[in-house]
């Protein structure tokens, strides 16, 4: 099992910015690719940035070049930079982590609300 724990959300002005944060805990050693998504009112959930296997990552194409991910092995955390945020950026975002079997573990969701 993985526990994800999402913190860092708020209200950012368009052009400003804003960290997030994914503490992990559990059993760290089954996950082969985690990272961040988000989900807007009335729009499926999408890709924001992740790690996958290598340590390789990968970002959605809304995001390129504004938005960065990093990781903290010592203290098993995931953070997300967004930088020059934009209204459209508006959202739930999600920390979620995926298992060498293909489970899915999600956080709770943090709010990021970027005004214009």
């Known amino acids: 099992q993985v526990q994800l724990v999402e913190s860092g959300g708020g209200l950012v002005q368009a052009g400003g910015s804003l960290r997030l944060s994914c503490a992990v805990s559990?059993?760290?050693?089954?996950?082969?690719?985690i990272g961040w998504y988000r989900q807007a009112p009335g729009t499926q959930r999408e890709l924001v940035a992740i790690f996958v296997s290598g340590g390789r990552t990968t970002y959605g194409d809304s995001v390129k070049g504004r938005f960065s991910i990093s990781r903290d092995n010592v203290n098993n955390i995931v953070s997300l930079q967004m930088n020059n945020v934009k209204p459209e950026d508006t959202a739930v975002y999600y920390c979620?982590?995926?298992?060498?079997?293909?489970?899915?573990?999600w956080g709770q969701g943090t709010q990021v609300t970027v005004s214009s």
């Open positions: 979620s982590a995926r298992s060498f079997w293909d489970t899915r573990y």
């Open positions: 559990g059993n760290g050693g089954i996950i082969a690719d």
